[in-house]
C-alpha cells in the first residue's frame, strides 16, 4: 500500500477497537485513550463489571459494546466477534490484551497452569487474530496490537511458562505480519516491564519492587497510560510501515 499521510493527532475516528481484558489495568487505559480519540469500542472480558466498566468510560452507548466472554472458549470467542460485528459492522483494530500470570518454580510448575496460561496467554490471540483478521482482509485492512512481555524477551525466575507464551506471542506475531501484509494488516506487539496496574501495585510493593528498579535504568516501572500511548500509535496509521515489530516498553531493562 502507498504512504498517504496520517493524522497528526492520532485521531481513530469512527474505527472500531476490539480490545480483551478491558476491565482493568492495561487494557482498560487502552480503552479510555482510544475512546478519547474518537474510536468505537468493543470491551471483552470475563468478568460480569465490565458492563458498568464500560458505562463510566464511554458516556455515549452508540460508541461502545461490551461482551462478558471467556476467550478461552471457541464459542464464546466467537460471540463476542459476532456482536462486535453486529454492532459497527466490522473490527479495524484488535488489541490482544488479556493474560494471566501464574507463577512457579519450573520443577514444581503444574500441568493445568501451564495449559491455563497458554490457553489464554497464546491459543486465544492467535485464534481472535486469525477470525478478526479474516474481516479486516475483506475489508481492506486492518492493525492488529498483541501484548507480550519483557518476559518474552529475557528470563525470569517462577515465569517458566509465562516466559514461554510471551515468546511465542512475539513469534506469532512477526508471522502473521509477514503474511498479512499484502493485504494491508499490520501485526505488532508491545513487551512492557512491570506496570503498576493495581495488581502490579500489589504484587511489586516494598524491597521486592525497590530490588526490581534496581535493575531498570530508567529507575522506575511503567504506568498503564504509557502502554496505552503505544498501543495507539501502533494502531494508527503513523505505523503504517511498521510490520511484525516488538515494542519493548522496559526502561531498559533488557539491554543489559
Avoid at 493527532?9 to 487505559?29: N, P, Y
Avoid at 453486529?86 to 501464574?102: C, P, R, Y
Wanted: charge should be neutral.
Amino acid at each position: 500500500m502507498e504512504f498517504t499521510g496520517y493524522d497528526k493527532e492520532f485521531r481513530l475516528q469512527g474505527k472500531a477497537a476490539f480490545i480483551t481484558g478491558a476491565g482493568g489495568g492495561i487494557g482498560h487505559a487502552i480503552a479510555a485513550l482510544f475512546y478519547e480519540k474518537g474510536a468505537n469500542l468493543i470491551l471483552v472480558d470475563v468478568n460480569p463489571g465490565i458492563a458498568e466498566v464500560g458505562r463510566q468510560l464511554a458516556p455515549d452507548p452508540l460508541r461502545v459494546a461490551t461482551v462478558v466472554a471467556d476467550i478461552t472458549q471457541p464459542a464464546q470467542r466467537e460471540r463476542a466477534v459476532a456482536e462486535a460485528l453486529s454492532k459497527f459492522g466490522g473490527i479495524d483494530i484488535l488489541v490482544n490484551n488479556a493474560g494471566v500470570a501464574l507463577l512457579d518454580p519450573a520443577f514444581e510448575t503444574p500441568e493445568i497452569h501451564w495449559d491455563k496460561t497458554m490457553d489464554l496467554n497464546l491459543k486465544a490471540p492467535f485464534f481472535l487474530a486469525q477470525r478478526i483478521g479474516a474481516e479486516m482482509v475483506r475489508r481492506g485492512g486492518g492493525k492488529i496490537v498483541n501484548l507480550a512481555s519483557q518476559a518474552g524477551v529475557i528470563a525470569l525466575e517462577r515465569h517458566a511458562a509465562y516466559c514461554a507464551s510471551k515468546a511465542a506471542i512475539i513469534s506469532m506475531t512477526k508471522v502473521l505480519a509477514l503474511e498479512w501484509a499484502k493485504h494491508n494488516v499490520q501485526v505488532n506487539a508491545i513487551s512492557p516491564t512491570v506496570v503498576l496496574t493495581e495488581l502490579g501495585k500489589k504484587a511489586w510493593a516494598g524491597e521486592v519492587g525497590e530490588q526490581m528498579k534496581k535493575k531498570i535504568p530508567a529507575g522506575r516501572f511503567a504506568y498503564p497510560e504509557e502502554i496505552a500511548a503505544c498501543a495507539l500509535f501502533l494502531a494508527s496509521e503513523a505505523a503504517a510501515m511498521i510490520n511484525g515489530a516488538n515494542l519493548v516498553i522496559d526502561g531498559g531493562y533488557t539491554i543489559q
